[in-house]
């Protein structure tokens, strides 16, 4: 048993309903035995939307009453051709689709609890009371009531049986409209038209279709959903044809599908239907969401703005094929309450408020870098942002403006955007410009107390805070200031202002042009005939406004604005395709553009074919970023390879990294520029920071090595060296870490940050070696000095003992002759004890002699010990190195040898195989 409460509850969530429309619900249920697709097709091809499907049912949803009975008719004659039992319950319901047209069925709780199992064989088709009439109306079709048929409620459920060989087809019609652009005179219109018709014509021979042509409309009538959906494909394909194979043959032009509603087939009809064929745009079929979604998957629907209180089932959306569009991440639906529509404002283009109540008038200036900072908007939030724009004005009037951009979140800072496209013409902006004396439009020259007392300043800051009942009399005010003052053009450009408000724009015009005539500086000049282009642009008379548009950009070539106005303007005449192309390419060459291109509610008319060619910079943009993201995340990885974050030399490269990878989650064309801008520099710098580590670290155990060559060139010359056990294996410690360090790779972070731990163990080492050496190097320098002194001394001695010995025995033998005397008899009497004092004395002499020699000859003796070490550990280490060199060397040629004798092998091998 199936309850449909089951399926209800799987609906898909809508978080904020678009849409909503009143219709028929069906719930179909099918047993195990298969084929229900065949069923599920049948109702596809009635144009039902599907709502849900969970395992053996499915809920759907139909616009037409009439079309409902008539498919569920076919569904019930498919079931007993067949024998397939599939139970279905028609009932009244609402329907409701999301903005992100999701849609959901709501029914009333009576409904909620039916139940019902599928039969194997045998298909039951039951509808609510209110259709029962109209069932009964059908031909072939019979109502019966329903017993035993145990639902919660009081619904007296029908029962209808079919006759077989009967269609059941619903009437269904719609107009098809195709309405060229243009003046019919023109020989580009005729070539286009007639390439157009062309294609048209052989869909129209082919279906049997009738036709009119009247007033440069073509239309069609068609009379069933199949075709309609065969015309919306026809239609696509056909503009796309022509733009690849015959693009100088392609001219602009509108489609429209509307409902029949009971309008007779005439050449009237365009007149009769309630379409503003100038507000649409060309190439774009517009057809009602009611008959978009029943066109099937096949077509992706686009929304053409957001409105929260007109927004109807009825209301006009555009549909392409899915395989003609590409998958796009921009999705701009702008609100209602901001385009331009019968009576635009001069100030700001929207059409809820008069100029003379336009919030731009209380709006802080904007500068002209403006649009180049909003890369903080997130444009996966745009339309959230655009909704509640529209629901707040549409809640609180023009008051909403101000309250939001005081707010300054992401829907204040895009209604200022919307208000700086057109501030060149906005009160808060128009002192400013009276002050400019170069030809920067966009300069700020300063304020002085001169400027601030100006009569004209003074009046102009009136005129902005001047309410609408006080405007007459402050009209009078200047109309006196004027004939007193009557080559003031600043007080000519105030009252053109003021007959705008008042909705004359000739007359503001006029004295626009009177303003013109008496300034003399060429800024302000073009500036007036700017204005003078803007009221013939809000007048509609488009081909005036490009005339002194293109005037002020002669006058004025470095400003921008006026070229901007000449393709809104040939937008609005409906040259889509080429301003499109133009925009784009404005904005390949300046980004800032983009936001400024996608928010302007002036584009509306060609936003569909803007946003197309828009993609396709957003796409390199967001592919550029994409590498350049994966470049930040590698670099991000490197820093934390090469890194710890303690000893992060480079901390402040690490935070942009970390930043630039934050700011990639926004979505933003000119971040993903900004951000593929910024990290090849910041790359640079982490590269050049890292190899500047790596050389640091290298210099670090060049600056170690040589203090452990120091120390071990100190104790090159040591007696008792292996008697230090503790100092022998720092030293060789010290010496493991630096053959390790310099036969290691430093550009590897693995090795880096190996040696990085490992120099601060071998500093740590050479310093506690220096510190031992200290003290050994004294002992050393004692031992050697004590040694020398002792070798000379005992050469001394052996030189003065005895010199001292024979000088006795000459006094004794020889005393007389020498003339002694009485000094020869006290040598002989005395002679041990004066024998032992020569024996002191001359060891006496030769031990200050000998050190008095080794303090002489320390130095130099010390280090000619020392460096004979050094030659002695060289020759030694030399020999070592040419031994392994000969040893490599043999094993070399022993195994060329044996190379040469398996060629050897191989050869006589092959000779033998030939022989």
Excluded at 757 to 785: C, N, P, S, W, Y
């Amino acid at each position: 048993m199936q309850e449909i409460r089951y399926i209800l509850d799987s609906q898909p969530t809508i978080h904020e309903e678009m849409l909503s429309s009143d219709g028929i619900c069906v719930w179909i249920i099918w047993g195990d035995q298969g084929h229900h697709s065949n069923a599920l097709e049948i109702l596809q091809d009635a144009g039902a939307l599907e709502i849900v499907s969970v395992a053996n049912q499915s809920l759907w949803f139909f616009f037409n009453p009439e079309v409902t009975i008539n498919t569920l008719a076919k569904l019930d004659l498919w079931g007993k051709q067949f024998s397939i039992g599939i139970t279905t319950f028609a009932f009244p319901g609402r329907l409701s689709i999301g903005v992100d047209q999701v849609k959901a069925v709501d029914i009333p709780d009576e409904y909620r609890y039916l139940k019902a199992q599928a039969s194997a064989t045998r298909g039951y088709v039951y509808v609510h009371p209110n259709y029962g009439s109209l069932a009964a109306s059908i031909p072939g079709l019979s109502i019966f009531e329903v017993k035993g048929l145990k639902q919660k409620g009081n619904t007296a459920w029908k029962i209808i049986t079919t006759e077989r060989r009967l269609p059941f087809s619903a009437d269904q019609g719609w107009y098809a409209f195709v309405r060229p652009l243009g003046n019919p005179i023109d020989k580009q219109y005729q070539k286009g038209w007639q390439t157009l018709f062309y294609y048209l014509e052989l869909f129209i021979t082919q279906n049997k279709l009738k036709y009119s042509i009247a007033d440069n409309f073509l239309i069609i009538p068609i009379d069933n959903l199949t075709i309609l959906r065969e015309w919306m494909r026809a239609i696509s394909t056909t503009l796309i044809t022509i733009k690849e194979q015959h693009s100088d043959a392609y001219w602009p032009c509108i489609n429209v599908v509307i409902d029949k509603n009971n309008l007779n087939f005439t050449p009237e009809l365009p007149k009769k239907v309630n379409i503003d064929w100038e507000d649409l745009s060309p190439d774009t079929p517009y057809i009602s969401y009611k008959n978009a979604f029943v066109l099937g998957e096949e077509f992706k629907i686009q929304d053409l703005l957001y409105s929260s209180t007109n927004s109807s089932i009825d209301s006009f959306c555009t549909v392409q094929l899915k395989q003609n569009t590409e998958i796009t991440s921009i999705s701009v639906v702008l609100p209602e309450v901001l385009l331009p529509k019968h009576k635009p404002c001069f100030y700001c283009g929207a059409s809820n408020h008069s100029p003379m109540l336009c919030p731009s008038k209380k709006v802080e200036p904007v500068s002209p870098q403006y649009f180049e900072e909003l890369n903080d908007i997130n444009l996966t939030n745009l339309n959230v942002a655009l909704r509640e724009i529209d629901k707040r004005i549409a809640k609180r009037g023009v008051a909403a403006y101000g309250e939001m951009i005081a707010e300054n979140d992401t829907a204040g800072k895009i209604l200022k955007a919307v208000f700086a496209i057109n501030h060149v013409i906005q009160l808060p902006n128009v002192s400013r410009i009276w002050r400019i004396t170069s030809r920067e439009i966009e300069s700020n020259p300063e304020e002085t107390p001169e400027h601030l007392a100006d009569p004209n300043n003074i009046l102009l800051q009136r005129f902005a805070k001047c309410p609408p009942q006080d405007m007459h009399g402050f009209e009078r005010e200047c109309v006196q200031l004027l004939q007193q003052s009557p080559k003031n053009w600043q007080l000519q450009c105030i009252m053109g202002f003021i007959q705008m408000e008042k909705g004359d724009l000739d007359r503001a015009a006029q004295f626009w042009r009177d303003a013109d005539g008496l300034c003399t500086i060429t800024l302000h000049q073009a500036w007036l005939k700017y204005l003078i282009g803007r009221a013939r642009e809000i007048q509609g008379h488009y081909i005036d406004a490009i005339e002194i548009y293109q005037h002020s950009v002669r006058l004025l070539p470095g400003w921008k604005d006026p070229l901007y106005r000449i393709q809104v303007c040939n937008l609005k005449r409906g040259l889509t395709e080429k301003v499109a192309r133009e925009l784009a390419e404005s904005v390949s060459k300046n980004p800032y553009l983009f936001h400024k291109v996608i928010l302007d509610p002036e584009l509306i008319r060609g936003q569909n074919h803007l946003l197309s060619l828009l993609q396709r910079l957003w796409k390199e943009a967001y592919n550029k970023f994409f590498v350049e993201r994966t470049a930040l995340e590698a670099l991000n990885s490197d820093i934390q390879e090469w890194f710890t974050k303690e000893t992060n030399p480079i901390p402040e490269q690490s935070e942009n990294v970390q930043h630039l990878l934050k700011l990639g989650e926004i979505k933003n064309y000119l971040l993903f520029l900004e951000i593929a801008k910024e990290r090849p520099a910041i790359e640079a710098e982490i590269t050049e920071a890292i190899n500047n580590e790596i050389t640091k670290l290298k210099n670090s155990y060049e600056n170690a090595l040589l203090k452990v060559e120091y120390i071990r060139d100190e104790m090159s010359w040591f007696a008792l060296q292996k008697t230090f056990t503790n100092f022998n294996n720092l030293f060789n410690n010290c010496a493991k870490i630096l053959n390790w360090a310099f036969g290691s790779n430093f550009t590897i972070p693995r090795v880096y940050k190996e040696a990085k731990a490992k120099l601060e163990i071998l500093e740590k080492q050479v310093v506690e070696l220096d510190k031992k050496l200290k003290v050994l190097r004294m002992v050393r320098d004692i031992t050697l000095f004590f040694m020398l002194t002792m070798r000379t001394f005992l050469k001394l001695s052996m030189f003065f003992v005895p010199l001292g010995i024979i000088c006795i025995f000459v006094a004794i033998f020889f005393g007389n002759q020498l003339g002694l005397g009485q000094l020869q008899n006290i040598i002989k009497t005395n002679f041990w004890s004066l024998a032992k004092v020569m024996f002191s004395i001359t060891l006496m002499l030769s031990l200050g002699m000998a050190s008095l020699k080794t303090t002489v000859i320390f130095e130099k003796r010390r280090r000619e010990l020392i460096e004979k070490a050094k030659e002695f550990r060289e020759k030694r280490q030399h020999a070592r190195v040419e031994k392994a060199r000969q040893f490599r060397a043999a094993l070399e040629n022993n195994s060329n040898l044996k190379d040469r004798k398996s060629a050897l092998e191989r050869t006589k091998k092959e000779n033998a195989k030939r022989n």
